[in-house]
């Protein structure tokens, strides 16, 4: 029993190794996304609650996960840049106001933007993100190496 512990526990750090530079691109880009463009905009894109909405949301997510991977893993260097998270920008007029009101421009968005990131929303997240990691591991330990 104590082995399938340690064999959890190593598979969970390796899983959470792994998957720590995809988790700081994204917290990263959700607090860009809320530093530079208000909720109405980003519900406006993806309707009401309904399945149609959940759908364009988990694309949408992948399609940026796909990018950060390439982008990370280096494998779309010489390939034309496309618009990311980090390069898309709200009109003044439609800006967050939070970002917009501390007067700090390009810098105080930022700030707004880290903090979000990795304050509010991986608080948010934190119980749920161990969650996972600690299945990812506890199937990690018990589905033997070579049975895919």
């Known amino acids: 029993m104590s082995h399938l512990v340690v064999l959890t526990f190593r598979e969970s750090v ?46 949408f997510t992948a399609v940026v996960a796909g990018v950060f991977q390439n982008i990370f893993d280096g494998k779309a260097e010489g390939a034309p840049q496309g618009e990311t998270p980090e390069s898309s920008h709200c009109d003044c007029e439609d800006c967050n106001q939070e970002a917009r009101g501390n007067g700090r421009g390009l810098v105080g968005r930022l ?36 049975f895919f």
Not at 16 to 43: K, V
């Open 111 to 146: 700030r707004v933007a880290v903090k979000y990131g990795f304050g509010e929303l991986l608080s948010d997240l934190a119980v749920w993100l161990t969650l996972g990691l600690v299945l990812a591991g506890v199937v990690g330990a018990l589905v033997p190496t070579g």
């Open 14 to 59: 390796g899983v959470f190794l792994d998957a720590s530079p995809y988790i700081l691109l994204g917290l990263f880009a959700a607090g860009l996304l809320h530093a530079f463009c208000p909720p109405e905009r980003i519900l406006r894109g993806l309707g009401p609650r309904r399945l149609r909405s959940v759908v364009k949301a988990a694309v």
